[in-house]
């Protein structure tokens, strides 16, 4: 296991909904990255926050947000759900933002209906 | 537009057997390229990375090869076990934006015992 968890494991929601999903990183890591990974592809960039500032964004609307608290937890939000939405979501956190080995929790499964 | 393209998209090996997956960018600024292993329902984890300034890099029976001239890079399983069955995803990365990965699509590989 990693150290990185993510809450919940499973979730459906309707189009238009809102919804917010967690990440706890590693103990130490003050980086954490957030991926979709749809069904069959590679992990998508979403976007990474650095000691609580965001540092850094992959071609995502801005109905996608997020969150870095104190403790270097995380929170993914999105607004107006779309049926394209429904994916594996997966945090990651790091040591730093540096290309030093990124931990990956288990992942969110998002359900759009 | 994808950045990091890979092949095979499935592989099927026997037990013992030498598994070979590709992986090609178009970036030149990359400078950080690691595979990831990932099991059903779990995130992916890192196996093996790499940089531009060498040519290989082996851990156990894992090896990366890289060309940087043909911008193309692969990953050797050496002795091939059903343990290793999984989906296998190359990535690339720039320092300057850190660990804010580029996926490839995944393989996934299949070890026949």
């Known amino acids: 296991e990693t150290g990185v968890t993510q809450s919940p494991t499973h979730l459906i929601k309707t189009r238009g909904q809102q919804v917010t999903l967690r990440c706890s990183s590693q103990s130490g890591h003050n980086t954490v990255s957030w991926y979709q990974q749809a069904l069959g592809q590679g992990p998508q960039f979403i976007f990474q926050?650095?000691?609580?500032?965001?540092?850094g964004r992959g071609n995502f609307p801005p109905r996608f947000s997020g969150l870095q608290f104190p403790n270097y937890s995380s929170e993914l939000n999105v607004n107006a759900l779309e049926l394209d939405d429904s994916a594996l979501y997966l945090c990651a956190s790091s040591l730093a933002w540096q290309n030093t080995e990124a931990f990956f929790g288990q992942g969110t499964r998002l359900t759009v209906v | 537009q994808q950045q990091v393209k890979q092949s095979p998209q499935s592989l099927i090996v026997q037990k013992g057997g030498i598994s070979i997956i590709n992986c090609a960018y178009e970036?030149?600024?990359?400078?950080?390229f690691p595979w990831y292993q990932q099991f059903p329902g779990k995130g992916p984890a890192l196996l093996i990375a790499?940089?531009?300034?060498?040519s290989e890099k082996k851990e156990g029976r894992f090896t990366i090869s890289f060309n940087k001239s043909a911008k193309q890079f692969s990953l050797h399983i050496m002795d091939s076990q059903p343990g290793d069955s999984a989906t296998y995803f190359c990535?690339?990365?720039?320092?300057?934006?850190?660990?804010?990965?580029?996926f490839g699509t995944g393989t996934s590989l299949t070890v026949i015992p």
């Open positions: 926050y650095y000691r609580e500032e965001e540092n």
């Open positions: 990535a690339a990365s720039r320092y300057i934006t850190g660990n804010q990965f580029y």
């Open positions: 970036n030149t600024a990359f400078d950080y």
């Open positions: 790499i940089r531009p300034d060498v």
